[in-house]
């Protein structure tokens, strides 16, 4: 079963617009991860929280994480026409040696 | 730039039909992941491997998938019989035992079950 959800499912905003989207996982995780996928393409990575952080960034992105609510938040400063893609959180569990996505929030940014 | 290369890109085949995928992981990644990406299930953990060992593969259908490291430089994902619901891309995987857990994907391989 999945292990991330992600809200909202579609996004479309204005170039130059701040896009946030959030992820909700379930069980407890040693970190929570973020990726792009660009239509047809593999899948890659954009960001990873460690599960003792509580907000972390990377050039236009800002990625928070609560783990008391089970939920992390990937916000995409001036968006760009670029930028169109689906963002997909991942939840790296615990117990367990592997990383289970979400269903992925897709972004358009408009020109 | 280290990549994970997967072979066929495109597949299509006809209902019955064996295929095989491959994936080569970068060199030195001890850990192997097969997921499957579709419209309506999303991205599906299928396998995954850590040192050629399978730690996990109650995400494929077991009577007609099969994963195999058969060396620590190539992954393969078996389907026999193909049927239509398996059309799908499939994603290879592969990242470093360092604790970061950070996956790089190769670039897919689109399944067509005709």
């Known amino acids: 079963s999945q292990q991330g959800e992600e809200d909202p499912q579609a996004l479309s905003i204005q170039e130059g617009e701040n896009a946030t989207m959030n992820c909700s996982y379930k069980?407890?995780?040693?970190?929570l991860q973020w990726y792009r996928q660009n239509s047809g393409r593999g899948l890659v990575h954009l960001i990873l929280?460690?599960?003792?952080?509580r907000e972390k960034h990377s050039g236009r992105l800002r990625v928070t994480l609560d783990t008391s609510k089970k939920s992390s938040s990937l916000l995409i400063t001036a968006s760009r026409a670029a930028d169109t893609a689906s963002y997909f959180c991942?939840?790296?569990?615990?117990?367990?040696?592997?990383?289970?996505f979400g269903a992925g929030t897709t972004v358009t940014v408009r020109a | 730039d280290a990549r994970v290369t997967q072979t066929p890109r495109d597949k299509v085949t006809e209902m019955g039909q064996e295929v095989t995928m491959r994936c080569q992981p970068i060199?030195?990644?001890?850990?192997v992941f097969w997921y499957r990406q579709t419209m309506m299930q999303g991205l599906e953990l299928l396998a995954y491997f850590r040192n050629r060992a399978p730690l996990d593969d109650s995400g494929m259908p077991k009577d007609r998938f099969s994963a195999e490291m058969p060396d620590a430089t190539l992954a393969t994902l078996k389907i026999q019989p193909s049927e239509p619901r398996d059309s799908a891309v499939y994603f290879c995987a592969s990242a470093a035992d360092s604790g970061a857990n950070v996956l790089t994907f190769g670039a897919g391989s689109r399944l067509t079950v005709l």
């Open positions: 929280i460690r599960s003792n952080e």
């Open positions: 069980t407890s995780i040693n970190n």
């Open positions: 060199l030195g990644h001890n850990t």
């Open positions: 991942a939840a790296w569990g615990t117990n367990d040696y592997k990383l289970s």
